[in-house]
């Protein structure tokens, strides 16, 4: 089943992209943030301190004229020197250091180009892409954000660092946070916070799914910035625990059920949210089908040692967690599951505006840093 589904979903992902109402790709933006210059300014002294010496009245025209040669090479020299250290130390500062210079979208892909790249490398990771626990981790990097406190969310990935890493919402994200690390030396320029959220950005677009428009401009904190546990969404609550978790981020309803659609990806680990399966077929293409499963499937529960979670009668190989039952069986949630699962393209702008949404919560963004869509590979 998992080879078949695999070979499908690879078939989906190769053939031309859909014509879903998308949000449409906007010219790219450059990133505004100026590079350091007191190195530069004092390479600069070097070189005009070591420009020339003075000359004395004293000394023959021959002598002064041989003199001026020797000092013209010499400025020449110096000056030569002095610009290849303002290009040395150039580079440091904008390309080894963590604080960048002046970036631009074309810098961005060049970081998505290689994180797609990438994202099947492993055959025999999951149903066959890094995708879904990329989405997993910028999800819940930002998912911890409270507006009322200003605390949380992507702008300081500090899931880096202990205890945060340690809490059990977030148990096998260390698998999402390795694959990201060869990247992230490839090009030490960009933050983790920064670098996390591309890598949804990335995953969500190859997989078939919206353009994301993406901004930079997060800044990386240490542990001190780590949030309590408990900020992100329980799978064995129902209706009111989402709406306490979601609301304090500043959430609505429709917004909670168009977020939830990303449950369309990947699949649950016994080894590390306790629950199993995948919720749809295609666990590696975003679609509506999770909604339409939810509407359409007859469920029952999963009898098994494991947490309460429900299965598909049909097959018994699709899943559904508790939470994700609380979406039609309340009725405002409800409304959003009937209108997403009979239209894709609403599902796709209403999610792309939401997970746009979830990614900038709390980041204090330059005014002329605006967003910008990446290209896909395919």
């Known amino acids: 089943m998992a080879t078949a589904a695999r070979t499908f979903t690879r078939a989906l992902r190769t053939s031309a992209r859909p014509a879903f109402a998308a949000v449409p790709r906007a010219a790219p933006r450059t990133a505004f943030t100026a590079a350091p210059r007191s190195g530069v300014a004092a390479v600069r002294r070097a070189a005009f301190q ?9 000394e023959s025209s021959s002598s002064s004229e041989s003199t001026e040669q020797k000092s013209g090479s010499s400025r020449t020299a110096a000056i030569a020197g002095a610009l290849a250290l ?24 060049a970081v998505y180009d290689v994180i797609a790249s990438r994202l099947e490398e492993n055959d025999e990771y999951d149903d066959g892409s890094y995708g879904p ?13 409270d507006k009322q406190t200003g605390t949380g969310g992507s702008n300081g990935a500090t899931m880096r660092f202990a205890p945060e890493s340690d809490h059990g919402a977030n148990a096998g994200l260390k698998a999402a946070r390795d694959f990201l690390e060869p990247v992230k030396k490839q090009f030490p320029w960009i933050t983790y916070s920064d670098l996390w959220i591309l890598g949804g950005v990335c995953a969500i677009q190859e997989m078939l ?47 909670i059920v168009a ?17 199993s399966g995948p919720w749809t077929f295609s666990p590696t293409v975003l679609t509506n089908d999770f909604y339409k499963l939810l509407l359409d499937e007859k469920w029952q529960y999963k009898k098994w040692d494991g947490p309460k979670q429900f299965e598909d009668k049909k097959t018994g190989t699709l899943m559904m967690l508790p939470a994700d039952m609380a979406l039609v069986q309340d009725k405002k949630f409800n409304e959003w599951v009937k209108k997403y699962a009979a239209d894709n393209d609403l599902f796709f ?4 505006a939401v997970i746009v949404k979830l990614f900038e919560l709390g980041v204090p963004f330059k005014e002329d840093v605006k967003p910008f869509v990446l290209k896909t590979s395919n």
């Open 133 to 145: 626990v990329l989405v997993r981790l910028a999800w819940h990097a930002s998912g911890t954000f």
């Open 209 to 255: 799914g919206p353009n994301i428009p993406f901004r930079p401009g997060r800044e990386d904190k240490d542990v001190a910035a780590c949030t309590p546990d408990g900020r992100l969404p329980d799978a064995s609550q129902a209706h009111d625990h989402l709406r306490n978790i979601f609301y304090r981020m500043g959430f609505n309803d429709q917004e």
């Open 86 to 109: 303002v290009a040395i130390a150039g580079y440091y500062a904008t390309t080894l250091s963590g604080s960048s210079g002046p970036r631009t979208a074309k810098d961005y892909q």
């Open 349 to 352: 702008k209403d999610f792309s």
């Open 50 to 58: 070591q420009g020339g010496r003075r000359y004395y009245s004293s």
């Open 259 to 275: 977020l939830a659609g990303a449950h369309a990806l990947g699949r649950c680990h016994p080894d590390r949210s306790g629950y």
